[in-house]
């Protein structure tokens, strides 16, 4: 029989592949109907969280006993982290990366995209550098405390790793550099062009959603990455289930190797340099209480997108050594209200100005104009920090119609096109929406006190006739009434966390610092288990994957050079 564990993250992806619908959403995770599921397994093959179990399977645990290996560069954590071990086993050095998850990719399987300022695409297609532009650009906007060391690593080394990803793959295949017409801040990009990753890669999933990989530019590197190994026959050897527990420093302090433990027992390697690229830990509930306790504050469970490894281990080996994380440097991501993780056409319908953001009071609690990020503060606030998007199925057909006809999003028009058929099918689920033929209706599903959303509904139209928002402020061109046709829907809406990132303090070489700022010989960071790119409450500047695998990126040249400076000491 199959089992879901409370890892689930709710990327849909074994929902989608369930050959009997046996799969269903309660409360903040997938569940499997016993009475349903014909235990066929094709759901656990397509968890990447390994989440899903067949309680019938006997225990395979090898034990063995302790175990002595000899490397020159150990990676610890196989999500961008194996960008690292490449590069350097490509310059000969032996590398062993150890994986904590039974597979590999961490929450670089789930990430979008990574964005260069600059590199040889921008300069064939005659664009202007703008990494000097970029440099002070962010560091403006982040009021000097990244450091500008740092940020020039990131928008330098980026470019770079682009180039470099180039040599290993027909990357023109899967990416496309889009032409942003001014040299500016478009988000976390800043330039003239954007490197964008054109497709999803589906692999084998009939998952439609793709607000969440596995698919997207980090599968891209995973899997570009372990192309490589094979076609270059790298000598990396990459151990899953293989967690790096201590680090092993020499006499003077610098990295002498790691112990690492597996279900079966633990293995010490012995090597100059160590990488720790373990990620995050958003899935550490006792940091996330120690570092930031009003996260569990709330009635309603925050759903968590981080796999379960990520666990902050990089800080419990910092911290062994007498390093402490600067807390003002971690970073606990906190989003709502939204539709996830169920549809993500209904998500993003929900979040458009001319619905209607509605309390469990029955009430309207924000100008809906404004940005996802902004409403977080707000939605708090709110009763079981709930809201329902709700409009009439009129006013849903033209949003939806207007994403369908909109050119920017050719390529995901298919998604929007079945709106209806996903709002139909969520409202006949227990959470995700409730539809009513009257308003009133509605107001009962929704569990809202009898009149209060047929009153919020009646002076909102009101307020549509009169043009003007009484309660908020929203723009004329949004005030669109709520018909007097049903049906109606209340799109659900809660806070979720995509990651919590930080911990280890890095130079511009990515090499570990300790507290005092000095680096730690032989000891680099990576990616989401530093703070390179983090400060408290506010999300990084450069996207988190493109730090990610810039810094991997980095920390491999870095270590080769250390290496060798180490043999002529
Ligand atoms: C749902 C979701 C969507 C995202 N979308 C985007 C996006 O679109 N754009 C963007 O820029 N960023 C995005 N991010 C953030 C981005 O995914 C991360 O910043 C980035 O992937 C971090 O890479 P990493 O290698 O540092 O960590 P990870 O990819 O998480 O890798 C860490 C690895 O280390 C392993 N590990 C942990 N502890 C140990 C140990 N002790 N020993 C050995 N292995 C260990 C873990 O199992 C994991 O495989 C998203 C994150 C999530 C969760
Ligand atoms: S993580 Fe994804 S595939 Fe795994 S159980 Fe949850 S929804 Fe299913
Ligand atoms: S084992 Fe097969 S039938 Fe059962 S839930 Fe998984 S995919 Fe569905």
Not at 39 to 46: E, F, H, I, R, Y
Not at 307 to 325: H, N
Not at 383 to 407: C, G, T, V, W
């Amino acid at each position: 029989m199959y089992k879901i564990n409370d890892n689930c993250v709710g990327c849909h992806n074994c929902f989608s592949e369930c050959p009997v619908q046996a799969i269903e959403w309660v409360g903040t995770k997938y569940e499997i109907d016993p009475d349903i599921c014909v235990s066929c397994g094709l759901c656990a093959k397509v968890c990447h969280t390994q989440s899903i179990y067949d309680t019938d399977a006997p225990d395979d645990v090898i034990y063995h006993d302790p175990v002595t290996m000899h490397a020159d560069v150990v990676v610890a954590g196989c999500g961008s982290g194996l960008v690292a071990a490449v590069k350097a086993a490509q310059a000969g050095k032996k590398v062993i990366c150890l994986e904590k998850a039974k597979v590999l990719g961490g929450n670089t399987d789930y990430a979008h995209g990574f964005f260069p300022v600059y590199s040889k695409w921008h300069e064939e297609a005659g664009m202007p550098d703008a990494r000097e532009e970029a440099i002070e650009h962010f560091d403006k906007e982040t009021d000097g405390i990244l450091g500008k060391d740092v940020l020039r690593t990131a928008v330098y080394g980026t470019g770079e790793f682009f180039d470099w990803l180039c040599t290993l793959d027909d990357v023109h295949k899967y990416f496309r550099l889009v032409d942003l017409g001014s040299v500016d801040a478009h988000g976390p990009i800043y330039g003239s062009g954007l490197i964008e990753f054109k497709q999803r890669i589906k692999d084998n999933l009939n998952c439609r959603d793709d607000a969440i990989g596995p698919g997207w530019g980090g599968t891209y590197v995973k899997y570009t990455m372990l192309k490589t190994i094979k076609e270059q026959g790298l000598d990396v050897t990459i151990l899953t289930e293989h967690a790096a527990k201590h680090l092993i420093l020499d006499e003077k302090g610098a990295i002498a190797g790691v112990t690492a433990e597996d279900p079966g027992g633990t293995t010490t390697i012995y090597a100059p340099v160590v990488i720790l690229a373990t990620g995050g830990f958003g899935k550490s509930d006792e940091k996330i209480k120690e570092f930031k306790p009003w996260f569990f504050e709330g009635e309603t469970k925050i759903h968590r997108f981080s796999v379960p490894t990520d666990t902050g281990d990089g800080i419990d080996m910092l911290r062994e050594l007498g390093v402490e994380p600067v807390k003002s440097r971690l970073f606990v991501s906190m989003f709502g209200p939204k539709h996830h993780p169920f549809s993500n056409t209904l998500a993003d319908i929900a979040l458009e100005p001319e619905m209607l953001q509605v309390n469990l009071d029955g009430k309207r609690w924000v100008n809906e104009e404004g940005h996802l990020f902004g409403m977080t503060p707000l939605i708090s606030k709110q009763p079981k920090e709930i809201s329902y998007s709700i409009q009439s199925l009129d006013n849903i057909r033209m949003i939806a119609e207007r994403f369908i006809n909109n050119p920017a999003f050719a390529s995901k028009k298919y998604l929007y096109e079945t709106w209806y058929e996903e709002l139909e099918d969520e409202s006949r689920l227990d959470t995700p929406v409730k539809k009513g033929e009257t308003i009133e209706e509605l107001e009962k599903a929704c569990g809202m006190p009898e009149g209060s959303l047929t009153e919020t509904i009646r002076r909102y139209n009101e307020d549509c006739q009169k043009g003007a928002d009484s309660e908020f402020g929203k723009g004329k061109a949004h005030m669109v009434p709520v018909s007097d046709k049903g049906p109606y829907y209340a799109i659900y809406g809660q806070r979720f966390s995509e990651a919590s990132m930080g911990g280890l303090m890095v130079d511009g070489q990515c090499r570990v610092l300790r507290n005092d700022n000095t680096p730690i010989p032989g000891l680099y960071g990576v990616g989401d288990a530093t703070s390179a790119m983090h400060r408290e409450n506010a999300l990084a500047v450069i996207s988190e994957l493109t730090w990610a695998v810039c810094s991997s990126y980095v920390s491999g040249r870095n270590a080769v050079n250390y290496i060798a400076e180490k043999e002529v000491d």
